[in-house]
């Protein structure tokens, strides 16, 4: 029996999770290219953000997605929905369902728009303008402030340059 050997990966990154078998127990999953992937890493990045961004605003129940909106409704009363929306980069569908979650809590409410009566316009309620100051405390004090600890100031500066290029940019 012939057994056909393949070029070896650069396996230098490794990540850990489960392994057939017969690996060892603890033994780490190679990447090889994967870990060289930018969209890869961002991807891990971002899960890590988020989790932790869960964590930090917990007593809240709020996501990423809707502290977003919130942050905008409080700087842009009174803007329509899909104003909103597109500049979040989420869908119609997706966020009239995160509209309907947030209207249902008694954070935000949508009226007729004056101009337009098609269109509606969004405005924070007390309770959002509420819930929101509580959060950007809960994400200031603990979720920016790990990610500041990890970064360091530098970097922190020259990441959101990066970021920011790529949104723009790609």
């Known amino acids: 029996m012939t057994v ?11 990540v850990r999770g489960s392994a057939p078998a017969d690996a060892g127990e603890g033994d780490a999953i190679k990447l090889g290219e994967l870990s060289e992937l930018l969209g890869y890493s961002l991807k891990r990045a971002q899960l890590k953000v988020f989790d932790d961004f869960i964590r930090c605003v917990a007593p809240l129940q709020l996501t990423p997605a809707q502290f977003s909106v919130l942050l905008l409704l409080e700087r842009n009363p009174g803007r329509n929905q899909t104003e909103i929306a597109n500049t979040l980069g989420i869908l119609r569908p997706n966020f009239v369902s995160m509209l309907d979650g947030l209207e249902s809590r008694e954070l935000c409410v949508r009226m007729r728009s004056t101009n337009d009566r098609r ?11 509420s819930i929101l100051a509580r959060a950007k405390k809960l994400v200031v004090s603990k ?18 340059a990066m970021l920011d290029k790529i949104a723009r940019d790609f």
């Open 119 to 129: 269109s509606h316009v969004l405005m924070l309620t007390d309770k959002g303008r």
């Open 143 to 160: 979720h920016e402030a790990r990610l500041n600890e990890v970064l360091g100031p530098e970097n922190r500066v020259a990441l959101l």
């Open 4 to 14: 056909s050997k393949t070029p070896a990966l650069d396996l230098t990154k490794t």
